[in-house]
Each structure stands twice: as structure tokens, then as C-alpha cells.
């Protein structure tokens, strides 16, 4: 039998976005928001706005920029965001709309 050594790795450093979206979801579960309804509020910022920021180089909420909401939301509708809700929406509105 081999022995293994552990040694304790330090956690990452919390991103000021992270912390943010911990602070909303907190806020949302004093309010008596539901686990579930926790979970749907966590999936946007994380799977979508995120990536998003991460790809154009925004590591902190103040380079957060109307104009760049305005691409997100743009690139959401169009199907151009590489974002989970885009590709949702693609699906949704092909099985809807090609009827």
C-alpha cells in the first residue's frame, strides 16, 4: 500500500464579479427566494455574462459598460453570443418559427 501526502492548496482569490453575484443571490435568498428560483438567478451571470466579460477582457464591474450590455444583448438575439441563453433561443425559436 502507498501512502500519499496531502497538502492544502489555497483557494482562488474571489473576482470582484464573483463577489457580486454572491451578494445578489444572498439578497434573493433573504427575500425567500426558493433554491430553485436561486439556481436560475445564479445561471445567467455565470453562464452567460461571465464568459462574455471574460472574452472581451473585463475583469472588474466598472469597465462594465452600457454599450457592452447593449452587444451581450444584441449578440443574445441575433444568435452571434456564444452564451447558453443564445443558442436556447436559436433552438426555441427554429422549432416555433419554422412551423
Known amino acids: 500500500m502507498t501512502t500519499r501526502k496531502l497538502s492544502v492548496v489555497a483557494a482562488p482569490a474571489e473576482t470582484a464579479f464573483a463577489r457580486l453575484i454572491a451578494d445578489y443571490l444572498q439578497d434573493r435568498r433573504a427575500g425567500g427566494a426558493?433554491?430553485?428560483?436561486?439556481?436560475?438567478?445564479?445561471?445567467?451571470?455565470?453562464?452567460?455574462l461571465l464568459p462574455f466579460c471574460s472574452a472581451r477582457d473585463v475583469t472588474h464591474p466598472a469597465q462594465v459598460s452600457s454599450r457592452?450590455?447593449?452587444?451581450?444583448?444584441?449578440?443574445?438575439?441575433?444568435?452571434?453570443?456564444?452564451?447558453?441563453?443564445?443558442?436556447?433561443?436559436?433552438r426555441r425559436c427554429t422549432a416555433t418559427c419554422g412551423r
Not at 34 to 48: E, H, L, R
Not at 71 to 84: F, I, K, P
Open 68 to 90: 457592452l450590455l447593449n452587444d451581450l444583448g444584441a449578440g443574445l438575439l441575433d444568435g452571434s453570443s456564444r452564451g447558453r441563453a443564445g443558442r436556447y433561443r436559436r
Open 34 to 48: 426558493s433554491p430553485k428560483t436561486i439556481t436560475i438567478y445564479a445561471d445567467a451571470p455565470s453562464s452567460v
